[in-house]
């Protein structure tokens, strides 16, 4: 674990983290803010893969929130940048929206959009344009032996009110009841994510932390990768779930606008005693 007065990077999680639904997360701009004052660091990281930065940086920006596109990282370009090492402007069959098509195109993979001819990995995102034919055909694929990627584990996709609408991990139970396979996860919780954001930002391992509001996915994201972990209550998880759960944070706060404070006073800390 980090000490706060370290900590050079925060990765953010969005939903329930720095906003919830349509409505900014009370000390949410004080805390990068802050991080400006203080010379510190943030990315926003989100396993959302059927958008893509310059769309969550509209969406930032309605909020109140107006950022460069390079503070926003999502699992799709992260699944780019693990691709791009294993096999430079591979073919890939890829089952995701128009928005993470871009994303591929514009680092140089060639999409294949029928049966006919044969990939070399098959991707599946959060595909909110899913079709019968872009499941029959990724089925296929994978049961012939074509390696098959997914860039996020997430069940469920949460909306207001406490809705949700079903995400990649669903579609991934789907394809392994047809199949019998399962995918390379490039997303939260799992390391790939932070490893390509640690070798396109040129960051060390032990400077950076994981903010957000979910256990399995962003605290577990912080144990899997060996970095600091920072558990937001503002989100889904409550205090009897984080009592009950085997995954433990490095640091846990009510929400971003304490987490705001505390990273404040210890940097203010760590100044005077080295000015001591």
Known sequence: ???????????????????????????????????????????????????????????????????PEDKIFTSGEATTIYLKKRKANAKVFLLGTP???????????????????????????????????????????????VEYIATHPDFNCPLEDNKYKPDTGAMIKMIEASTGKLP??????????????????????DEIAMVGDRLYTDIQTGINAGISSILVMSGETTLEMYKNSEITADYVFPSIKELNQAVKDAVEEASLTIGA
Do not use: H
Not at 10 to 16: N, S, V, W
Not at 23 to 49: A, C, H, P, V, W
Not at 185 to 204: D, T, V
């Open 1 to 67: 674990m980090t000490k706060l007065s370290k900590i050079k990077c925060f990765l953010l999680d969005m939903d329930g983290t720095f906003y919830l639904g349509n409505k900014l997360i009370d000390g949410s701009l004080d805390f990068l803010k802050m991080l400006e004052e203080k010379n510190r660091d943030f990315l926003f990281l989100t396993n959302n893969s059927s958008q893509n930065r310059i769309a969550y940086k509209e969406k930032l920006k309605k909020l109140g929130c107006d950022v």
């Open 184 to 205: 390379i996860i490039i997303g939260k919780p799992n390391e790939y994510i932070i490893n390509a954001i640690i070798e396109k930002y040129q960051l060390k391992r």
């Open 99 to 145: 928005f993470l098509e871009k994303e591929f195109e514009q680092n140089g993979f060639q999409l294949v959009k029928d049966k006919n001819t044969s990939p070399d990995f098959v991707v599946l995102g959060f595909d909110t344009t899913l079709t019968y034919e872009k499941i029959w055909f990724a089925c296929d694929f994978i049961r012939a032996g």
